[in-house]
């Protein structure tokens, strides 16, 4: 989503007015934390006006950051900060370092169901289901309120998402099933009243439980994206479900599925 911030104020805080103008247009929660942090270290690493920096500042800063973070904060904090500095008109743009490719790991089917028989309540059932099914992210599942479930059409609506832009996703009758018990139990606007921390640790816990080690709530995420495409559902298709800006975001899970094509290659034409 491009945000259209504006001109910049001729007097006062730039830093202030940039953070505030982010918020007005509608951009997500977690892209104001990033760049109100990553603005506010180029800013205090700098020294001065901002509107004073050349290309010798930002480069000093790039390099002692990339001595404190991993490449993949530095190659955001400097996205961050060239957004930052075309809005004010300065005429700076920082070169943005390449970060390696995370590994993208994801569960097949079984262990999904495995999960989910392992669960010891229904809330957790619940939560394995709508993250590997629907492919919400962490936050925003737990941002999902009881109004936004729609049982009718097997459909949830996401309000507050990554990128500031409601999305809608769609679950199973078997989670629909599981959802009408667990509407009758639950009291509250939200519809999993837990800190992330808590949601966390319940994913954790139980990926131990069953042996997949390092299990995190982002990985069911990934395994609803991978199983999608195995089962054929358009690219598109995947990307508008994730809440995907770029397709190639979404291509990074395509890799996983010629992978599995390769090794069943190998299988087959192995002597």
Known sequence: MKLELGSPPEEGDPYEAFITALQVTGAGKGTVKLYSTAVREFLDFVGKDPRKVNSDDVNKWVLSLAKRANPTTVRYYVIAVRAFLKWLGVNVRPAVPRARRKEVRALNEEQIKLLISS??????????????????????????????????????????????????????????????????????????????????????????????????????RHSFATNAIRKGMPLPAVQRLLGHKDIKTTQIYTHLVLEDLQEAYKKAFSS
Do not use: W
């Not at 500031?164 to 078997?174: A, L, N, P, Q």
């Not at 509250?188 to 390092?214: D, F, H, N, W």
């Open 119 to 220: 669960a010891r309540n229904l809330k957790t059932r619940l939560i394995v289901r709508l993250l590997s099914e629907t492919g919400m992210r962490a936050n925003e599942l737990l941002n999902v309120r009881v109004d936004d479930v729609d049982l009718e059409r097997n459909m949830i609506r996401l309000r507050v998402t990554k990128n500031g832009e409601e999305r809608v996703v769609f679950f199973t009758d078997e989670t629909k099933a599981l959802l009408e018990k667990y509407l009758k139990r639950v009291n509250s606007e939200l519809l999993i009243p837990m800190t992330y921390q808590a949601l966390y640790k319940t994913i954790r816990r139980l990926g131990e439980r069953v042996g997949i080690k390092g299990l995190r709530p982002h990985m069911l």
